[in-house]
């Protein structure tokens, strides 16, 4: 069975720093690309970052690049998002998932394991 569990959610103030974590189980946590994802209320989902298997590559949505950062441990399957100088609008629930082919992608439909989700509330 696979598990994609999150933690680290919640609430900050504008201009704060939170980081999120995605412990993985079930799955051969090296050969997946590793997502994360955003969906703010009455919005779709919007792709925030990912990270390659290796780790070597990084892509990120233009809103979050210089404030968010990608990382993995491939030997606790585990990846992480640190998101620093937050904005209200970081407002959401945000998720993990796992992508087979191994790369970072933008699209969703590419990832086929998903974690439950977050909320993370920035106020102003």
């Known amino acids: 069975q696979v598990q994609l569990v999150i933690s680290g959610g919640g609430s900050v103030q504008a201009g704060g720093s939170l980081i999120l974590s995605c412990v993985t189980s079930g799955l051969p946590f090296s050969r997946y690309g590793m997502g994360w994802f955003r969906q703010r209320d009455g919005e779709d989902r919007e792709f925030v970052g990912g990270?390659?298997?290796?780790?070597?590559?990084?892509l990120y949505t233009h809103s979050v690049e210089g404030r968010f950062i990608i990382s993995r441990d491939n030997a606790k399957n585990t990846v992480s998002l640190q998101m620093n100088s937050l904005k209200p609008e970081d407002t959401a629930v945000y998720s993990c998932?796992?992508?087979?082919?191994?790369?970072?992608?933008?699209?969703?439909?590419?990832?086929?394991?998903w974690g439950q989700g977050t909320q993370i509330t920035v106020s102003s």
């Open positions: 990270i390659s298997r290796t780790g070597d590559r990084t």
């Open positions: 998932a796992a992508n087979p082919t191994g790369y970072a992608d933008f699209d969703d439909q590419a990832y086929r394991y």
